[in-house]
């Protein structure tokens, strides 16, 4: 099916190809947009995209960015035809008054999103697109209302009913196994070797999502170690020439390491469906599995200290209660919490575990968080009520031992 699926999309692709009008070919990018959301033809509209596509493809920066100021600018909400049918739906509401307003508040860009994305591999050009939006927004504030309307789409096409869980393994073909070590962002990989320390052995185990539109583009994936007891240290994890346990002896499932992949779609949720993906089918496979943590870096602890004019001490003890400290009460200005690592994680109703010094002496973790790491632990019993207090109250859960060791020093909360 598979392949069948590919020879028809490499046919009507090329159809959609060989459809464009020549004329259209010196048009501008700006007029083929208006040409196609105006276009009633399947073929022709399709050609039309790809044709955008194509250009779009083959600009330079500067030329992008005028291409994102056109669709800010011009291919926004008509707001005095909206405010006209808003007042025809109060004056007269019914199911025509409704339509019209409908199809008033959307800006025409979305639309022009839509049609691209009808021609096969858009997708992924789409999701290009807007990584190319996302680099250029702190210096053109006025193009996060275009990405505010490409990340509304891209939540309903990135549904996690579309997505498909996959096991990645030694044996996964290389062209994907290429991209996890390049998306890899937590624990850098640094060869095939170290690859494969990750994915063959009967203890490891790892999980991407894909997207049937993005068949070998892997959106997030998640390592897993089998262990016995909960990790104190990556390193360990991560040992060259360590023994592997038997899965079947495994008590505990460690996600230590979840990287997203697509920066184009940066600020879509997919790694809390993951994980609880992950944590049904690995107690499916393994009955002995008690208890699944993390065991995650700290990236925010350094820059939180240095803003209070403080370092890491080296004793482990006070950088264990620092730490806590920072993990359970440091805040942002809207009440989560400073550590980005922290919000996700809490959100998804894990709870702050421990707290470990000299976890991660790679270079990164200590410019990080002086090599502390912290596991959360995802008890399924709590999941729900944990994640309905920090939504509702902020309130961050954490073990009896954590919130004494947050409770021994006096430090500012943000």
């Keep these: 099916m598979s392949l069948f699926a590919d020879l028809l999309s490499t046919v009507f692709d090329r159809r959609y190809r060989g459809a464009t009008e020549p004329d259209r070919k010196n048009r501008s990018i700006e ?3 208006t040409d196609l959301i105006s276009n ?3 073929v022709s509209g399709m050609a039309l995209a790809r044709l955008i596509l194509d250009r779009y493809a083959a600009m330079e920066w500067e030329e992008k960015r005028a291409f994102f100021a056109h669709l800010t600018q011009d291919q926004g909400i008509d707001t005095a035809a909206m405010r006209a049918a808003l007042d025809g739906f109060e004056q ?3 199911k025509a008054s409704y339509r019209t307003l409908m199809d008033l508040a959307e800006p025409p860009r979305q639309e022009i999103a839509r049609r691209l994305n009808q021609v096969p591999g858009a997708t992924g050009q789409l999701v290009e697109m807007r990584a190319d939006l996302l680099r250029m927004t702190d210096h053109n504030p006025e193009f996060e209302m275009l990405d505010l309307d490409l990340r509304h789409l891209f939540s309903s096409w990135f549904n996690r009913g579309f997505l498909v869980l996959r096991p990645i393994s030694w044996e996964t073909p290389a062209e994907i196994l290429e991209k996890i070590i390049a998306y890899e962002a937590v624990h850098a990989i640094h060869s095939w ?5 990750r994915l063959q052995p009967a203890d ?16 997030i994936f998640v390592e897993v170690a089998l262990t016995q007891g909960v990790p104190d240290s990556v390193q360990a994890l991560l040992a060259d020439g360590r023994a592997p346990l038997r899965a079947q002896d495994a008590d505990t499932a460690v996600f230590y390491s979840i990287s997203n992949c697509q920066a184009g779609l940066a600020g879509i949720s997919f790694g809390n469906s993951l994980i609880k993906q992950v944590v049904a089918d690995l107690s499916r496979e393994l009955d002995g599995l008690k208890t699944f943590v993390t065991l995650s870096p700290i990236p925010g602890l350094t820059r939180w200290l240095e803003k209070q004019g403080r370092t890491m001490p080296l004793d482990p003890l ?4 620092i730490t806590a400290h920072y993990l359970v009460h440091a805040k942002r200005p809207d009440g989560g919490p400073v550590d980005p690592v922290g919000r996700f994680h809490l959100n998804n109703g894990a709870l702050v575990h421990a707290v470990h010094a000299g976890a991660d002496t790679s270079e990164n973790g200590i410019r990080q968080s002086g090599g502390v790491m912290v596991n959360y632990l995802y008890d399924l019993a709590q999941i729900t009520q944990n994640h309905e207090k920090f939504a509702t109250s902020g309130t961050v859960a954490a073990s009896s031992e954590v919130r004494s060791l947050a409770g021994a020093v006096a430090l500012q909360d943000a």
């Design 31 to 33: 007029e083929l947009c």
């Design 40 to 42: 009633a033809g399947e």
């Design 92 to 94: 007269n509401p019914g």
């Design 193 to 197: 070797d170290d690859l494969r320390r």
């Design 204 to 219: 490891r185990r790892c999980f991407a999502l894909f997207h049937p539109a993005m068949p070998n583009e892997p959106l």
């Design 318 to 321: 006070a950088q264990r209660q």
